[in-house]
């Protein structure tokens, strides 16, 4: 089974052929392509991995969507000062399908 790690947004996701991945957002239309930085392939062949990354290796993705994650509140509160906070947050995701893993070269 042929998968890859790549980097976007400063984090590492597991890439898959067909599968679909959420990262940070990404400024792209829905449909769009892109490539991602692979730092490590492992196919038949064995595992390569990259120094920082592999560099005849590209992972092409398409955007599926832009999403919103769950909502996480963060509540402050100090204890017989009647002090109170509440924020919500949602992070904002790209959802990305995975089209291939392609060795150039």
Do not use: W
């Not at 052929?17 to 730092?39: A, F, N, Q, T, Y």
């Not at 492992?42 to 969507?65: I, K, L, M, W």
């Amino acid at each position: 089974m042929t998968y890859a790690i790549v980097e976007s947004g400063g984090k590492q996701y597991r890439a898959v052929p067909g599968e679909v991945i959420e990262v940070d957002r990404l400024p792209k239309e829905v449909g769009e392509s892109i490539d991602l930085k692979v730092l490590l392939v492992s196919d038949d062949g064995g595992v390569r991995v990259g120094t920082p990354y592999v560099e005849d290796v590209s992972v092409q993705a398409s955007v599926v969507a832009q999403v919103k994650g769950p909502k996480v509140i963060v509540f402050k509160y100090h204890p017989k000062k009647r002090y109170r906070r509440k924020q919500g947050h949602r992070q904002q995701y790209t959802r990305l399908k995975i089209e291939a893993i392609a060795a150039e070269g």
